[in-house]
């Protein structure tokens, strides 16, 4: 699984176009060169929030798969687009792309939520959706005119406690959601007691800190609020430390630096946080 590229763009426009995957897509879904080039560009632009993914095997493309935000505030993932080429069915390559996407999704990019929808009629897509994990939750009943009649809407959704993401991994995603909602509120209090009493905060790039036990952050955040939220890019376990990728949702694309985050106890007992070149 990597991501989409504009030399995908032809492989991309005869899948979805393929007589044995375009009745199966949903209603809205781009068809043609241009509108398909801009999800390419809006992925590579924006790729925290929205995602187009080509599926090779042996090096060969595959098929294709992607995903939208849903709900930044509750990291919600809503998945699209999964069409493997008809030379590939019944080989599981749909199956080990969902996990490698679950993953990527959940580990790296931090959402608690991928959920998506199939059309009733879609049996296979249905039974490939229990295989990786997702549960059904409900029916829209009738809620989409497809192919001359209305159709409904199968729900299915996973949290990230369905994964075996590690603990770690989870403290650092769950933190940073917690930091993004002090921007939106400005009431930085809350996030002091994702620290340890003998925490530390220290800064590399910048002439900040560093910062010594719980109350000397929390005063650190209240007299020198960030403006922004943080974006992550992917993580990784160094031992009994937790890096990060990290950069800031004003320009999504691009990395500012890592967080490097060493846990104690389902808290935060160091955060060295780096500023670098992208």
């Known amino acids: 699984m990597r991501r989409a590229r504009l030399d995908d763009l032809d492989f991309l426009v005869e899948l979805v176009n393929h007589e044995d995957v375009e009745p199966f897509l949903g209603g809205r879904a781009a068809l043609d060169h241009d509108a398909i080039a801009a999800e390419i560009e809006r992925s590579q632009d924006d790729p925290t929030s929205y995602g187009r993914f080509v599926i090779e095997v042996d090096g060969a493309r595959a098929g294709v798969m992607g995903f939208e935000v849903e709900n930044r505030r509750s990291r919600i993932a809503h998945l699209e687009r999964l069409a493997v080429h008809p030379n590939y069915r019944g080989q599981r390559v749909s199956d080990e792309a969902a996990r490698q996407l679950q993953r990527h999704l959940v580990q790296d990019l931090g959402y608690h939520r991928l959920q998506l929808e199939i059309y009733d009629f879609n049996e296979r897509a249905q039974r490939h959706a229990e295989r990786v994990g997702f549960r059904l939750e409900g029916v829209r009943r009738k809620a989409y005119w497809r192919h001359g009649e209305w159709m409904d809407g199968a729900l299915y959704a996973l949290v990230r406690d369905d994964l075996k993401v590690p603990d770690e991994i989870g403290l650092l995603h769950d933190y940073v959601m ?101």
């Open 178 to 278: 917690v930091h993004n909602e002090c921007v939106r509120t400005g009431d930085w209090k809350p996030l002091a007691e994702w620290f340890t009493e003998d925490a530390v905060l220290a800064f590399e790039g910048v002439p900040v800190g560093p910062f010594n036990g719980r109350d000397a952050i929390a005063a650190a955040y209240d007299a020198q609020p960030p403006d922004d939220e943080v974006v992550i890019f992917g993580t990784e376990e160094n031992g009994d430390e937790i890096a990060s990728r990290y950069g800031w949702s004003r320009e999504p694309g691009k990395q500012a630096g890592r967080m490097l985050i060493t846990p104690r106890d389902g808290k935060i007992q160091k955060l060295i946080v780096t500023f670098e070149e992208d």
